[in-house]
């Protein structure tokens, strides 16, 4: 089999499919991987690493991908500067690992299944105990909610911990990290690593336990319908449970330094959270980090991949954070990749076995015979 992995296009992307140690272990099986020129540079990892690992370097996507059976990406296919679409460059028939985040790019996945492309879509693998090495929305999350924090310690007008000095003695910031998933949780750890007091919430009362083990402490109503969804995952509030929501949160953070969004619905779009009314009623000096903003952000006064101050407060909205990491994102992500083919790698047949029994395949799976078989995806796109 014949794996490609092109560089990445997407603006601002620093990240690689697939670092050097991974190609070497998929070498090792009997691949035969090829990898774009370039395609790791941002991320430290060059063209010669590759070779020594056993992959060939190929100088442009063209040439890549026109023979590959299995391609190896970060993120959706795109369309390229020069007009081309790189749906268009992948062979009829290939496979195609990456993070698709189907239900955002409706318009790669239509390209896709016209394609005839078999996709998976590692931010859709089931959030079981036997997939938890393939998740790569978990991998990639546990870095954003690192740098969101020390994001809170930069931009906060004060010092995170609290300091004795012959000047007198700082308090510690107080930090509120909004969700508890895999973001939240580091969040509320880095940041109390920094010593900063920190409170934390989720829809899901069930994570006060894990909020309290990493140093935080929680914060929460007790909600009149239940807001956990499978895989782990906090589902939409109801109407009246949005209004006790709300109360809390503007109770709360109209208290604190820093605040710290990190909720998704399902692992994908971003609830509002905060209003304009909460954000006016903060502390001047106050900074909030909107690390839902991938998601279309937590803040309606949010501007994604912005930074903008009202009356006082800083709102922070990055995107894309994990490749702000690029070296250890990478790592993470392409280790990700390599459980999954190794998963499902036929030893003796050297292929991929597509076993579409198992629940791993079945459920990340997005196109497949022309058609999309991912089935939110598949609602998203019947409107």
Known sequence: MKIAVPREIRANETRVALDPESCKKLVALGIEVAVEARAGVAAHFLDQAYRDAGATVVPDANSLLGGAEFVLKVNAPQARPDGTHEVDLIPSGALLLASLFPTRN???????????????????IPRTTRAQSMDTLSSQANIVGYKGALLGALELPKYYPMFMTAAGTTLPA??????????????????????????????????????????????????????????????????????????????????????????????????????????????????????????????????????????????????NLPATVPTHASMLFSRNLLNF?????????????????????????????????HGPTLKALQG
């Open 106 to 124: 409706l318009d790669a996945v239509q390209r896709m299944a016209a394609r005839n492309l078999t996709t998976f879509s590692t931010d859709c």
């Open 174 to 319: 107080k930090v509120f990290v909004l969700g508890a998933g895999v973001a939240g949780l580091q969040a509320i750890a880095t940041a109390k690593r920094l010593g900063a007091s920190v409170t934390a919430t989720d829809v899901r009362p069930e994570v006060k336990e894990q909020i309290e083990s990493v140093g935080g402490k929680y914060i929460g109503v007790e909600l009149k319908q239940a807001a956990s969804a499978s895989g782990g995952y906090a589902a939409e509030l109801s109407a009246e449970d949005k209004a006790l929501q709300a109360k809390m949160l503007a109770d709360h953070c109209a208290q604190v330094d820093v605040v710290i969004t990190t909720a998704l619905i399902g692992g994908v779009f971003a609830p509002k959270l905060l209003d304009e009314a909460i954000v006016k009623s903060m502390k001047p000096g106050a900074v909030i980090i909107d690390l839902g903003a991938d998601g279309g952000g937590n803040c309606t006064l949010s501007k994604l991949g912005e930074t903008v101050v009202v009356d006082g407060v800083k709102i922070v909205a990055p995107l």
């Open 341 to 373: 083919m190794t998963a499902f790698w036929d030893k003796e047949a050297k292929r991929f076995n597509l076993d579409w029994a198992d629940d791993i395949l079945k459920g990340c799976a997005v196109t497949h015979e022309g058609k999309v078989v």
